[in-house]
């Protein structure tokens, strides 16, 4: 292990890799929320009764899990440039992770929600629920247990693929690395050390996703205003036990 460390002097490229680190939490976060957003309206249209919207969902989804991310990123970033359009490192590589990942959490959300049952859909619209509400407090809900393992994976996994900014110079750990390597010539050690960083990256989240999954499967509420919610529930429901009870004693 010692190893790793000789004949690099890590503590000169401390900031740079401070810099690179928060560089791709951005692109990771930035990246999977844009990612869920186009996800979940590509699988609402995906699901229209409406024939053109569902097919242009189609159509994006079929396109962009069938095209390499790094296609991609070279065709908004290069690509772009070379017409007048020109983004930054962070937006192409954003935008890139953001259609890419989105594809794929399309048909996770879209499993999902067919894997609701239909009478719940009309137990709502029976007891006056409109279609908006019906889709937010009784369908979403239920989806989102169906979708939370696929979506775990695709969120560790698009944290790792940040490492193809590399090939745009995204300025994240692997483009740090390379520079690095570049400067010190020691490769092997530089690129185990970003290596190990990553893992202590997406070995966390991946737990942290294990137990919101499990939480989510257990039942547990897992808003402040739902577990509020679900406590003045359990407390009227001891209460009403309790009257019941000393009214037959």
């Not at 991609?72 to 992770?97: D, H, K, R, T």
């Not at 989806?143 to 969120?155: D, E, L, N, Q, Y």
């Not at 590399?166 to 390597?181: D, F, P």
């Not at 999954?213 to 359990?234: F, K, Q, T, W, Y």
Request: aromatic share 10%; proline share 4%.
């Amino acid at each position: 292990m010692n190893d790793l460390f000789q004949g690099v002097p890590w503590a000169d490229y401390v900031p740079d890799l401070w810099a690179a680190f928060l560089s791709t939490l951005s692109y990771t976060v930035v990246s999977f929320v844009a990612a869920a957003v186009i996800g979940l309206v590509t699988a609402l249209a995906r699901l229209a009764k409406f024939r053109p919207v569902s097919a242009a969902a189609q159509i994006y989804t079929e396109t962009f899990k069938n095209l390499p991310l790094i296609t991609e990123l070279y065709i908004l970033y290069f690509g772009l440039a070379s017409v007048g359009v020109n983004l930054s490192a962070f937006q192409a590589g954003s935008l890139g992770l953001a259609l890419f990942y989105g594809a794929y959490l399309s048909e996770i959300f879209r499993a999902g929600l067919r894997g609701v049952p239909k009478a719940q859909r009309e137990a709502a619209y029976a007891l006056g629920l409109s279609s908006g509400r019906t889709l937010r407090h009784v369908i979403l809900p239920q989806a989102a247990r169906i979708a939370v393992p696929g979506t775990s994976t695709m969120m560790v996994d698009l944290l790792k693929g940040t490492s193809l900014m590399v090939a745009i110079g995204g300025g994240e750990l692997m483009t740090q690395g390379t520079l690095i390597a570049s400067d010190t010539f020691r490769a092997l050690q530089v690129y185990i050390v970003i290596g190990l960083i990553y893992l202590a990256l997406c070995a966390p989240l991946s737990r942290l996703m294990l137990r919101l999954e499990r939480r989510m499967h257990a039942g547990d509420a897992l808003s402040p205003n739902r577990r509020r919610v679900c406590g003045l529930i359990r407390q009227a429901q001891q209460d009403g036990t309790a009257l019941y009870a000393s009214s037959r004693s």
